[in-house]
Nanobody, 123 residues
């Protein structure tokens, strides 16, 4: 019943911007910390950003800080990832996830996952 559906990915040039969105259904959205993870070719899944239920804490991974921002719109059950100044190293499948627990940067703590959206950045 719980569904997380990502969208907004695509193929872009280095330096371009994209905004990913994730719409949640089947859960009380405002009760969950929402996170974004990514998995590049031949790489392990890694943390990108997270936002607590209140929106008051928004940790971002070091390798995207200053370029990516996360936001949520609780009435719309939606979390966003704004990606600016994209680099080829950002090429990956991006996943959104939801958790009720505290370790926001640990993928094993997340209960629900979307299907992913592909981002390809060319130089």
């Amino acid at each position: 019943q719980v569904q997380l559906v990502e969208s907004g990915g695509g193929s872009v040039q280095a330096g371009d911007s994209l905004r990913l969105s994730c719409v949640a259904s089947g859960l009380t959205f405002s009760s969950y910390t929402m996170g974004w993870f990514r998995q590049g070719p031949g790489k392990e899944r890694e943390f990108v950003a997270a936002i607590r239920w209140s929106g008051g804490s928004t940790p971002v991974a070091d390798y995207v800080t200053g370029r990516f921002t996360i936001a949520r719109d609780n009435p719309k059950n939606t979390v966003y990832l704004q990606m600016n100044s994209l680099k080829p190293e950002d090429t990956a499948v991006y996943y959104c996830a939801a958790t009720e627990s505290s370790p926001w940067n640990d993928y094993t703590a997340y209960n629900y996952w979307g299907q992913g959206t592909h981002v390809t950045v060319s130089s």
